[in-house]
């Protein structure tokens, strides 16, 4: 049984940098194939892809927000981090984490964390 | 990036009736499409993948058809457990792509 939980703060302020952790059970980031996304979900509106870490630690970024993020895993705890700098009120959204099956699906997902940029 | 289009934005229908949303992509993606079930304050659940193959435990009344640039996701039946909003997602190239979401309304 997979599952992803995404941890972090519920509050940050503008110009801060937004750490979020991806806590998961049921597989290893050492798994040929697999990766672990992040997807973020502005409130009322569209998802949006954000980044994507494999097993052999390839990472890709959204073009658009490549400069402010960073993705890391630590396959031993079974967590992914992500890093946003910069926040913005514009980034306030719910923040999912998910499981990339080797044929490119996320089949699983976590809850997902509400971020507010505010301050 | 690839853009993802669906249709319509609003969709409403009847319990029992057959409705089909359409997801078009700005060029080829060739199978690599999927299609997603999110209700209010939940996190989105995985319905199809590769454009047509349907995800374990999924019911058999969604079906997905499509390749190249055009993608249907249909409902044979409607169930009242069916509406939400739903999202086509482009995995054929990075940045995957999310279409901007169509909700499904109770007439």
């Known amino acids: 049984q997979i599952t992803l939980k995404e941890s972090g703060p519920t509050l940050v302020k503008p110009t801060q940098t937004l750490t979020l952790t991806c806590t998961f059970s049921g597989f290893s980031l050492s798994t040929v194939g697999v990766g672990v996304g992040w997807i973020r979900q502005p409130p009322g509106k569209a998802l949006e892809w954000l980044t994507l870490i494999y097993w052999d630690d390839d990472k890709r970024y959204s073009p658009s927000l490549k400069s402010r993020l960073t993705v890391t895993k630590d396959t031993s705890r079974n967590q992914v981090v992500l890093t946003m700098t910069n926040m913005d009120p514009v980034d306030t959204a719910t923040y999912y984490c998910a499981h990339r099956k080797y044929d490119g699906r996320f089949d699983f997902w976590g809850q997902g964390t509400l971020v507010t940029v505010s301050s | 990036d690839i853009q993802m289009t669906q249709s319509p934005s609003t969709l409403s229908a009847s319990v029992g009736d057959r409705v089909t949303i359409t997801c078009r992509a700005s060029?080829?993606?060739?199978?690599?499409l999927a299609w997603y079930q999110q209700k209010p304050g939940k996190a989105p659940k995985l319905l199809i993948y590769?454009?047509?193959s349907l995800e374990s435990g999924v019911p058999s009344r969604f079906s997905g058809r499509g390749s190249g640039t055009e993608f249907t996701l249909t409902i044979s039946s409607l169930q009242p457990d069916d509406f939400a909003t739903y999202y086509c997602q482009q995995y054929n190239s990075y940045p995957d792509t999310f279409g901007q979401g169509t909700k499904l309304e109770i007439k």
């Open positions: 590769q454009a047509s």
């Open positions: 060029q080829s993606i060739s199978s690599w």
